[in-house]
């Protein structure tokens, strides 16, 4: 009986794992990227911010999004008020302002300043070999997050350069999700 139960929680724990995005931190997917070049997908947070936590319960719980993550991209999760160190592109960016036990916001890491977001949570998209691509701002559902994860994993992004290319893009895009 117990050898029953332990292989139902074995079996139980695998699908759970094999089903959820492998974040990792920026400085791990970063270091991943020079022994297998592959584009990186964030997802920029904060801990009082609800439309991350809706994106977290509704988007990146969607199977789909899921697996298209994790066989594209090397998804980092970063708290763009934490205390994580990141090395980019030979500079350290840190948050010396942020002030433990607060409650509500916090100050920004200087991360999320260098990468000049709008608000969160952001999306930021970074190519194999560590560039920015983009930041997009906002919740989005995975039917609305489709077409940016296809269109970077895809590299369709490099031959759109107008706004009327951009439109065109959605218009003939065919999710899915």
């Not at 260098?114 to 701002?137: C, E, H, T, W």
Request: aromatic content about 14%; charged content about 25%; hydrophobic content about 40%.
């Amino acid at each position: 009986m117990k050898q029953i139960l332990l292989l139902l929680a074995i079996l139980v724990t695998s699908v759970t794992t094999a089903q959820e995005i492998r974040w990792m931190s920026m400085n791990e997917a970063l270091a991943a990227q020079k022994k297998e070049p592959r584009k990186i997908f964030m997802d920029v947070y904060t801990t009082w911010c609800g439309p991350c936590k809706l994106l977290d319960k509704n988007t990146f719980s969607n199977k789909k999004v899921i697996d298209f993550i994790n066989k594209n991209f090397y998804a980092v999760k970063f708290n763009a008020e934490g205390t994580e160190e990141i090395t980019f592109q030979d500079f350290t960016y840190t948050n010396p302002n942020y002030q433990e036990g607060r409650k509500g916001r916090n100050a920004t890491h200087f991360f999320a300043d260098a990468l000049k977001l709008r608000g969160y949570p952001s999306l930021v998209f970074f190519k194999d070999n560590g560039q920015l691509i983009q930041a997009i701002p906002g919740y989005k559902t995975p039917q609305q997050l489709e077409i940016y994860l296809k269109m970077i994993a895809n590299d369709d992004y490099a031959s759109i350069t107008t706004m009327e290319q951009w439109e065109e893009y959605q218009k003939n895009f065919k999710g899915t999700f």
